[in-house]
């Protein structure tokens, strides 16, 4: 008996070890057999208690944003967006920094990174020259919209988080064969 327990001590020691034991406070203690199963607390505490501490997968989090959706209204904003922030990237007449602050405000966070440092005469197009169209979407929560320019039309991916939240420019595409 005494062998099947430093065994064991041995074993967990091990697993607390390498991490496969979430919450080992040293060695094993010996356990009276003479406490009746129904008094046994289930792992987590009593049914109905709720965990605390770090790691808690039960934790209170916030409630989910609601899912946006894909309607008329929704399409023309990101339409919308779409023109303007084609109209801000075009405006290759103004100061590099004039035109990014005009351009970033239609920008995610991730294409804020991507183009900043961009000099806006690097940029072939020089003016929007016609309506932005709908060209798709795989998801409530992204946009394609196309926007003709002089150059060709520009494909422009726009992202939001949830209902309610505004589309904002992912990528901005310039026409094939155009740099």
Same mark, same amino acid.
């Given at each position: 008996?005494?062998?099947?327990?430093?065994?064991?001590?041995?074993?967990?020691?091990?697993?607390?070890?390498?991490?496969?034991?979430?919450?080992?406070?040293?060695?094993?203690?010996?356990?009276?057999?003479?406490?009746?199963?129904? /008094?046994?607390?289930?792992?987590?505490?009593?049914? +109905? #208690?709720?965990?605390?501490?770090? +790691?808690?997968?039960?934790?209170?989090?916030?409630?989910?944003?609601?899912?946006?959706?894909?309607?008329?209204? /929704?399409?023309?904003?990101?339409?919308?967006? #779409?023109?303007? #922030?084609?109209? *801000?990237? &075009?405006?290759?007449?103004?100061?590099?920094?004039? !035109? !990014?602050?005009?351009?970033?405000?239609?920008?995610?966070?991730?294409?804020? *990174?991507?183009?900043?440092?961009?000099?806006?005469?690097?940029?072939?197009?020089?003016?929007?020259?016609?309506?932005?169209? !709908?060209?798709?979407?795989? /998801?409530?929560?992204?946009?394609?919209?196309?926007?003709?320019?002089? &150059?060709?039309?520009?494909?422009?991916?726009?992202?939001?988080?949830?209902?309610?939240?505004? !589309?904002? &420019?992912?990528?901005?595409?310039?026409?094939?064969? &155009?740099?």
């Amino acid at each position: 008996m005494a062998t099947i327990r430093s065994v064991a001590a041995a074993f967990t020691i091990a697993l607390c070890a390498t991490g496969a034991l979430g919450a080992c406070s040293g060695p094993p203690q010996a356990t009276s057999t003479s406490t009746p199963p129904s /008094s046994t607390v289930p792992v987590g505490g009593p049914a +109905g #208690a709720s965990p605390t501490g770090p +790691g808690d997968t039960r934790a209170d989090l916030p409630a989910p944003q609601p899912a946006p959706t894909d309607d008329i209204a /929704s399409r023309l904003e990101a339409e919308t967006v #779409a023109a303007a #922030a084609m109209t *801000s990237f &075009v405006r290759v007449d103004l100061l590099a920094g004039d !035109w !990014w602050s005009q351009l970033s405000t239609h920008l995610s966070a991730d294409a804020a *990174s991507a183009y900043y440092g961009t000099d806006p005469l690097q940029v072939p197009a020089r003016a929007v020259t016609g309506a932005p169209r !709908w060209d798709g979407s795989t /998801s409530a929560y992204l946009a394609n919209v196309v926007v003709p320019t002089d &150059v060709g039309d520009y494909k422009l991916l726009l992202v939001r988080d949830a209902q309610g939240s505004p !589309w904002l &420019v992912q990528t901005i595409t310039p026409p094939d064969g &155009v740099r």
